[in-house]
């Protein structure tokens, strides 16, 4: 069920599809929205029709200005450890809600001329082979970060079918989404304001976010 925020005065809209883990980010995005005359609302990113809720909004004189896409995490276990139905449900649950939701998202912005369309990845999908070989097998899935590497992919494809259409759609790669204080969770809102507010001179396509205390790490070629 959707979770809309107290009824305001609002010129528009964000959408946040997201898992219910992701409920800090939904409740501080929506304090942070109401605060620039928007309107939040909070659907599951397992959504069959994405497409309705944004024309709903439409029809209700609040046009989307901003949509976010998060994804839950995948099951744990390593590739040799992770049944076929895992590695279909990860697929399912980033690559293919991602694809609904940005074609859906694409159109309803695309209508406006502008707006915004983020993309929030984990950074298990495009991390390097050194720090994968020292992740506990306890503390890894093979098949979520699969999915994740190719979350990230749909965005780069996304960007380049609305951009030129004055859509910016953008990919923000965190660490340990799920567990994120209430301040970090802020934090990554802010993130998100930035890349919203942006110039079309200088749209950012990617960020990396992470806590001051965790190493960064080059792009290098994901194993498992």
Same mark, same amino acid.
């Given at each position: 069920?959707?979770?809309?925020?107290?009824?305001?005065?609002a010129h528009g809209s964000v959408v946040l599809w997201a898992p219910p883990e992701h409920?800090?980010?939904? =409740?501080?995005?929506?304090?942070?929205?109401?605060? $620039?005359?928007?309107?939040?609302? /909070?659907?599951?990113?397992?959504?069959? =029709?994405?497409?309705?809720?944004? =024309?709903a909004l439409r029809a209700r004189g609040l046009p989307t200005r901003l949509v976010i896409f998060a994804a839950?995490?995948?099951?744990?276990?390593?590739?040799?450890h992770t049944q076929a139905v895992d590695w279909q449900q990860a697929w399912a649950q980033q690559c293919l809600a991602g694809l609904r939701a940005g074609l859906a998202a694409g159109s309803a912005l695309l209508a406006q001329r502008q707006g915004t369309?983020?993309?929030?990845?984990?950074d298990r999908g495009v991390t390097d082979a050194q720090t994968v070989r020292h992740t506990p097998p306890t503390a890894f899935s093979a098949s979520g970060a699969v999915a994740s590497a190719g979350l $990230? #992919?749909? #965005?780069?494809?996304?960007? $380049?079918?609305?951009?030129?259409? $004055?859509?910016?759609?953008?990919?923000?790669?965190?660490?340990?989404?799920?567990?994120?204080?209430?301040?970090?969770?802020?934090?990554?809102?802010q993130a998100c304001w930035m890349l919203h507010e942006q110039?079309?001179?200088?749209?950012?396509? =990617?960020?990396?976010?992470?806590?001051? /205390?965790?190493?960064?790490?080059?792009?290098?070629?994901?194993?498992?």
């Open positions: 069920m959707p979770q809309p925020f107290p009824a305001i005065t409920r800090a980010l939904a =409740e501080v995005l929506g304090q942070q929205a109401q605060s $620039r005359g928007l309107h939040v609302e /909070h659907h599951s990113p397992q959504i069959d =029709e994405p497409a309705v809720v944004l =024309e839950g995490a995948g099951r744990i276990g390593t590739a040799l369309l983020i993309y929030l990845g984990d $990230r #992919s749909l #965005s780069q494809s996304m960007a $380049r079918a609305w951009g030129p259409r $004055r859509v910016h759609v953008a990919h923000v790669r965190l660490q340990d989404s799920p567990r994120w204080s209430a301040a970090q969770a802020a934090a990554v809102a110039a079309a001179t200088a749209w950012t396509h =990617e960020l990396d976010l992470r806590p001051s /205390h965790a190493p960064a790490h080059h792009n290098g070629v994901f194993v498992q």
